[in-house]
């Protein structure tokens, strides 16, 4: 099962792809937003997660390819929320994409894809997106997506103190 742009394919995850993923999860730039980068097993371990919520829900965080260009850009798709919070249980969307792909429109293309699915054969009446106070790029992602902010929360699991614990939620209904 995947999903197609008309320059992305967001599919499954595949062996090849361990290797670049965790380069892109070990990327202190890429992942500035996020708690910590992430070491080998952490990033395995998320493609892993990956696979079981494929089969579990028929969605994702996909592998997204970029045809013609690289085999592997970063991981686009929606997964449920893994911690308690004001608004869960819920689904999120979510991008995370390699540095040499930023700033081209690849994480709001296949967003909107992953919105797509969501909202089409997924079923799902609502998808959330959140991020840290200062991810402005993430922000304009969301915003081009039609989300509209719905306050900020603490996230549970990041430490108290920690520069990316207060987390700006969007959401978007079907």
Known sequence: MQLETSRLVLRPWRE?????LAALNADPEAMRHFAAPLTRAESDAFAQR???YLAAHGFCFWAV???GIAPLIGAVGIAPVRFQARFTPAVEI?????????GQGFATEAARAALAYGFGPAGLAEIVAFTATQNLASVQVMERLGM???GDFDNPAVPDGHRV????LYRIAR
Do not use: F, I, K, V
Not at 16 to 20: A, I, K, R, Y
């Open 165 to 168: 614990r207060r987390l700006l």
């Open 94 to 102: 979510g991008w995370r994409l390699a540095r040499p792909y930023w």
């Open 16 to 20: 090849s792809d361990l290797e670049p």
């Open 50 to 52: 990956q696979h079981e």
């Open 148 to 150: 509209r902010p719905d």
């Open 65 to 67: 390819e970029a045809p």
